[in-house]
């Protein structure tokens, strides 16, 4: 009996399959989803007419001698700025760390400082008191 559920399921399958597919392809508001052959043949000879008209654009953008020493010595002037620029990294990153290091000191000696106070100030009070 399952058998022949089966066989009877796989058959009306098969046989609503192909409106299943032309309805699959189609959006609710009517928009196709996949394109037609024609509409395929249409787009790739679009396609090849395309990519004849960038060649041919391609090959006739030719640059003057001129215009490759000017853009060969911005190219020199971008290096030279990212030499620079680099160095300048380099230089700002030790100044960060010896500032680091600076207030890193100044705070250790304020509480050395504040500690001596403090030190002081009780010290002073009990010895006085003893007197």
């Not at 009996?1 to 009306?12: C, F, S, T």
């Not at 790739?44 to 020493?69: R, T």
């Not at 971008?78 to 500032?99: C, F, H, P």
Request: with cysteine.
């Amino acid at each position: 009996m399952a058998l022949l559920m089966w066989i009877v399921g796989v058959m009306r399958l098969t046989k609503n399959m192909p409106r299943r597919l032309a309805k699959a392809n189609v959006y609710p508001d009517g928009v196709r989803v996949m394109p037609t052959q024609e509409e395929y043949v249409a787009m790739a000879k679009k396609m090849a007419d395309l990519e004849e008209k960038y060649d041919s654009v391609d090959a006739q953008v030719v640059v003057s001698p001129e215009k490759e020493k000017v853009l060969d010595a911005a190219l020199g002037c971008v290096d030279q700025l990212q030499l620079q620029l680099s160095e300048t990294k380099k230089a700002l990153d030790e100044i960060m760390t010896r500032q680091h290091q600076m207030m890193a000191f100044v705070d250790k000696k304020k509480k050395k400082k504040r500690k001596f106070l403090l030190k002081g100030c009780f010290g002073g009070v009990s010895s006085a008191s003893s007197l």
